[in-house]
């Protein structure tokens, strides 16, 4: 059972924010990864935020308009997300590595949610 638990997703305006929320606490010492996949796509790393907190990267089609962060009080990882457009829409997944700085390649994750739905939509 991966434990990895994703929330706050939902539907949103053009331009709106969502904040979705990666339950880990089964996770301490791992990097923490967002994936999304839209329908009919591939999945598409989005942003990784290393063990420590000290490292976070994005991809660029999020660059600026994303952020990701962690509260180890709470064994949580954010992904604050504005200025949402529809090639936004996905499912969002939060996935675990042991490469604790992180990574952009997905391989490198080997415990995954089962996703929440971001659905951007006027």
């Known amino acids: 059972q991966s434990q990895l638990v994703e929330s706050g997703g939902g539907l949103v305006q053009p331009g709106g924010s969502l904040r979705l929320s990666c339950a880990c606490s089964?996770?301490?010492?791992?990097?923490i990864g967002w994936v999304r996949q839209a329908p009919g796509k591939e999945r598409e790393w989005v942003s990784y935020?290393?063990?420590?907190?000290?490292?976070?990267t994005y991809a660029d089609s999020v660059e600026g308009r994303f952020t990701i962060s962690s509260d180890n009080a709470k064994n949580s990882v954010y992904l604050q997300m504005n200025s949402l457009t529809p090639e936004d829409t996905a499912v969002y997944y939060c996935?675990?590595?042991?490469?604790?700085?992180?990574?952009?390649?997905?391989?490198?994750?080997?415990?995954w949610g089962q996703g929440t739905q971001v659905t951007v939509s006027s």
């Open positions: 996935a675990a590595s042991t490469y604790y700085s992180g990574s952009t390649d997905q391989r490198r994750y080997d415990y």
């Open positions: 089964r996770f301490i010492g791992y990097a």
């Open positions: 935020i290393s063990s420590n907190g000290g490292r976070t």
